[in-house]
């Protein structure tokens, strides 16, 4: 039997009281005693913020990336270790990956988003404003990270991915976790940051764990905190009204389990591939993790003339599944978390079955493996609700397991109606091949339900499926999902931000910013800008190009070699009812003589040029007309070597203004360039 410990102030302590038993969800052994009795939650918010916070906050988001791509990397090594006592929790070899490898994914996502970020602590958030007529008074957002500490209060399903999706999230961000795993599974996500712990990675107090109750610690929380919330609406309702949190405004995102449904599209009849394709579908999220999960589907939508196809495939598809202890490898469906879970599930399964029908289930399941009165093994259950406007118990209850209720609609218009009673969901999902169709469901549902997945044979190989969230993707859901949302790539690190805006003149909003603002002062670049090395460029330095005078040959070159020969800059005769005075020239031709004139061509420390962002064409150039270039570091990133024989380089982005002789901007462009630096002389 094993004493799980919490982690409070970079020590590892144990519980001072009796705890609570922790047993295998399988065989019913002992597997281990949580108990956080004598915690003193106030320190350890005062330790995330007065230890982890700073540390984080003095890395860049390049930093943070790094750290998070090298912890994922750590822990994958270690997965197996994992896989073992997940077992514990009656996940099957999938729905460990899933907790698992999924969990650790979230940390590689969140690495990789950095390059979304500049090589600074803080966010520069949007586009200047101009608040004044002569431009010596702008304004613009930053977003620094909050100094408070993220706690996470997470659910029994996944007590490894419900961690890792979530302080992914804050560490890029810059603030500090403290992990509130449900007790029932906490076990699992101790093994984790212990190897957490062990590797170093984190600076002290950016992660902590409480393995058992948090009760009290909301007392202790401060304006700077955020707090995210997954499991019961019931529980999540409760917390979102202690004092504390409205007192102190402080954020609370709520993920809540919901009523999430399958829609079968009226084009689907039996036959096709996106009927067999939704039978798999609602087959799986049924099974997976023995029903366990937030976003699996609790209601299926049918067209009512496919309700006996559809119930006699499902029934045969569920009858299929292997049902067992997951330590067989003929096992697809595990147990339940518990035996408590359990009598939860069949409680709610009890009042389902006042106002619908079982037509698939059995209490006599066949094990393929363990013993059915020591687990918390359960069969699934498919209902069937043929009025579903009328009994409403199937889009109120929810039996957190492998349960799942049938129900008939009409018209796409009515299907959308039986989705939105569910009052919310994290997801719903339509199985259609027509795009009429999908359009019309997502764009009527898209209200109730925080993320719509369309199935089809075109995106079935490669479909994550309708119950798998995306790092990239916002996963959360209005109503009785809670109304909140985390993940989302940089929507979710925008959370632990705060966004403030500033004001001044262009060159101090330059200096604060570290982002060339236009219109603040540029100083001359001394050399060229393209014979500095990475290290030695300055934001704000510029290089004043010499002038060209646009010609009538200049035009008709260019759309000899681009291939343009567009009537505004080749057909002077047709230029009435347009904007144009007389032939103008591309706009394309600008840019590229603007290259011509602030290019240095030797050989140095720009290694390529390749992009152009934000390209804007704001005034004719006509033939008569000379041009010059202001030519400004704009912003630098941090680049990192992926190997040693890699060249040590940055990013930096130029500001190309292009101007006419009144001195008058008719172009501008970002262009990004790749610029070695000094160590590799």
Not at 28 to 36: G, I, K, P, T
Not at 101 to 110: K, M, R, V
Not at 556 to 566: E, H, L
Request: proline share 4%; glycine share 10%; with cysteine.
């Amino acid at each position: 039997m094993l004493q799980l410990q919490n982690f409070a102030q970079g020590k590892w302590v144990t519980g001072a009281g009796k705890g609570t038993e922790l047993f295998d969800a399988v065989t019913d052994e002992l597997v281990a005693v949580a108990d956080s009795t004598g915690l003193d939650h106030a320190a350890m918010l005062e330790y995330g913020r007065g230890v982890g916070g700073p540390a984080l906050r003095k890395m860049t988001f390049q930093e943070r990336g790094r750290m998070l791509k090298a912890l994922a990397m750590y822990l994958m090594e270690r997965k197996a270790k994992y896989y073992e006592v997940s077992v514990k929790t009656g996940a099957t070899k999938i729905d460990s990956w899933i907790d698992i490898e999924g969990g650790i994914g979230n940390l590689f996502a969140y690495a990789s988003l950095r390059r979304q970020f500049p090589d600074s602590s803080f966010y520069v958030d949007g586009d200047l404003a101009k608040l004044s007529k002569e431009g010596t008074f702008i304004g613009h957002h930053i977003m620094v990270p909050k100094e408070g500490v993220a706690l996470h209060i997470n659910a029994f399903n996944f007590p490894i991915w419900g961690m890792l999706e979530k302080i992914a999230v804050n560490l890029l961000a810059g603030v500090p976790a403290i992990v509130k795993p449900a007790t029932l599974t906490s076990y699992l996500t101790e093994v984790v940051v212990r190897d957490i712990d062990t590797s170093g990675i984190l600076p002290q107090g950016a992660l902590q764990l409480i393995c058992g109750s948090a009760n009290g610690i909301f007392d202790h929380l401060e304006l700077q905190d955020v707090v995210t919330f997954t499991g019961s609406a019931s529980t999540g309702k409760m917390l979102k009204q202690h004092p504390r949190l409205i007192d102190e405004a402080i954020p609370f995102n709520m993920e809540a389990d919901s009523l999430n449904a399958a829609i079968l599209g009226l084009d689907a009849a039996p036959g096709t591939e996106e009927f067999d394709l939704f039978v798999k579908e609602v087959r799986k999220e049924i099974t997976v993790k023995c029903g366990q999960k937030c976003t699996a589907v609790r209601r299926i939508l049918v067209p009512e003339k496919y309700m006996e196809d559809v119930q006699i495939a499902l029934a045969k598809a569920l009858s299929q599944t292997a049902i067992g202890d997951p330590r067989n490898e003929k096992t697809r469906m595990g147990a339940l978390a518990g035996k408590a879970q359990r009598e939860d599930v069949l409680k709610a399964l009890e009042q389902l079955k006042k106002e619908s029908q079982v037509v698939y289930g059995s209490d006599n399941m066949a094990l393929v493996a363990g013993d059915p009165s020591k687990g918390a093994f359960m069969a699934p259950v498919l209902l069937r609700n043929d009025d579903p406007f009328k009994h409403l118990s199937s889009h109120n209850i929810e039996a957190f397991g492998p349960i799942s209720t049938l129900m008939p609609y009409a018209t796409t218009e009515e299907a959308v109606a039986i989705s939105k009673l569910g009052k919310g969901s994290l997801v719903c999902s339509i199985t259609t091949n027509d795009q009429t169709i999908a359009r019309d469901f997502v764009i009527h549902a898209a209200s109730h339900h925080g993320r719509i997945l369309v199935l089809n044979r075109e995106s079935a190989k490669e479909s994550t499926g309708h119950g798998s969230p995306m790092p990239l993707l916002v996963h959360g859901g209005p109503g009785r999902a809670g109304g909140g949302e985390e993940m989302g790539g940089k929507r979710g690190v925008m959370h632990y931000l705060q966004r403030t805006a500033i004001q001044g003149s262009p060159s101090m909003i330059t200096a604060i910013t570290g982002v060339y603002q236009q219109g603040a002062n540029q100083v001359e670049a001394q050399p060229h800008l393209f014979r500095q090395h990475f290290e030695d460029l300055h934001v704000g330095h510029t290089v004043f190009t010499h002038k060209h005078t646009v010609t009538d040959a200049d035009i008709v070159n260019f759309a000899n070699v681009s291939g343009d020969n567009f009537y505004a800059h080749m057909d002077a005769t047709s230029l009435e009812g347009t904007i144009f005075e007389r032939r103008v020239a591309h706009g394309y031709f600008v840019l590229s003589k603007a290259a011509g004139l602030f290019v240095d061509p030797k050989k140095g420390p720009v290694l390529l040029n390749y992009g152009i962002d934000e390209a804007r064409f704001t005034k004719p150039v006509y033939p008569g007309m000379t041009i010059g270039v202001k030519f400004t570091v704009k912003e630098k990133i941090e680049q990192e070597k992926r190997n040693e024989e890699d060249i040590a380089k940055g990013i930096v982005k130029f500001l190309v203004d292009v101007y006419d002789e009144t001195g008058e901007t008719v172009a501008l462009a970002t262009i990004l360039t790749m610029v070695a630096k000094r160590e590799n002389k």
